[in-house]
């Protein structure tokens, strides 16, 4: 029988598990990354967790067809090559899909987080038998993918789905990339704090944020509704060029309930053409899983009929 | 040996073309429209030049393979039908890929003429080659395409490349879809003349601004670099969500030269994400021949390997 091995390569945590060919989860680890080691450091942690996993594929009379990672920074899905990491040094042009699977006699490949994200909502969460969906992941920062006529969409240098640099207010806020009105500046949780402090000279993480809005704290429910007001800009953009059949909605942000997505509802149709003014925006599904659960995905895709 | 028909039912004029099967044109035939007389006498012209061009392709020698049929409206490709005309009456839920076919034993598909624009481009003209191209088609309104992985999206209810009405202005000038602040509202060509008229208080073609513009007269140019800006603004969301390798510009606007898209390249990187900034953005090669063309490219996909 056939099974997959997932890789989440998060920044401070590592998450590996073991799926049967349908791609329900049969085994699972997850362990605290040796960030301050190094990448090899990490990648010896992660080798020895896939002997683990292979151990117990073996046992079961499974056999593993392929291994998908998902990394947390830029990578060459083409090549398996991560590009660069934000967090630890040693990553860069590192030929992390071969690395891991040598020895193992299996392939493996390489995505970036929001890809993976995407692939794993539309296989296993809440985008499951769509052939368009549009993923926006709004964490510290902001990404995205784009699953359009079935396939991900990798576009030039992978870059697709970067809705986060999308620029909505000419001349608004830095943005980390350097210029200035990209959606990330206006609308990620890094700029509902920043907008926060401003409002209320307090200073608060995101997540405090989101609980005083839902409390009902009138600066956190102005702060979160203005960000729901631009999310629902930019993802208008991302339905009039693709006109998906749905939005999932992942990440800190995603996980915020009606205090974000009735603003965000609301707002939408006033940013997208009439005829798709009912389009679904929802919840990821997946929640924490979703990078694991979609490296399970990347490998499925990669081993099924072309 | 294999051949196609193409056939672009304009607003004004029907342009039909027999080519072989590289899609190199062979024969071509071009009327006025019977627009008055309504749809059902355009559809006994569509079929009586039908008749002459497989007339000459059997002379010849060729088998047509299949017609592509570009309309200028919305239109349900699965089905291939007209859902409606914004020129000529009798037009809804006209099942026009069946009707034409009929009798001639091959099959029909029809789109809309964005999306045929962008097959056109991307299989004969400016973007041969690509993998990931977006179109962006500026005239009177402004539609587009978008080529992912090799292959037309078309999204929720073919809706996939609205870029026209992408809000980039909130609040911003009133659309033709009800709305405010679409693309559409601030750099069509309507858009350009309404802004040439009350800057200048005189009312002037879209194509004469721009003639008016290339030989230096400064309301004309101002007028046209706002446009550019938009446009810039558009395209640069529009590379954020897909990162395509190519954005090609058709229409009108497409043909304007360098005092379009001089400012536009110009702006640009203000509105792309820094590792694009270098994206090409060029006009399209077709003319007026990209309806027929595309819809060439339209039979030629259906009928090739899956």
Redesign the interface.
Known sequence: MTAYIGIDKGGTRHTLALADGAGTVMDRRQYAAARAAGAQAEIAQLRAALTELFAVAAARGLEVAGIGVSFGGPVDPASGEVLMSHHVAGWEHLPLARVLAEGFGVPAWLENDANVGALGEWRFGAGRGCQ?LFYINVGTGIG?G?I??G?L???????????G???VQ?GGPLCT???HGCLESLASGSAIERQYRERSGTARSGREILALAAAGDPVARETVSATADWLA?GI???V??????LVVVGGGLGEAGPVLFEPLRRRLP???????RE?RVVPAALGYDAGVRGAIALAMDHTAAP
Do not use: K, W
Request: glycine share 12%; hydrophobic share 40%; charged share 15%.
């Open positions: 368009d995205g784009v359009a006529n396939r969409v990798h576009g030039v240098m992978n870059l697709a789905g970067e809705i640099h999308m620029t000419p990339c350097g210029r800009l208008g953009a991302a009039s060029l693709f006109s998906p059949e006033d940013y997208v053409i009439p005829q798709r389009v």
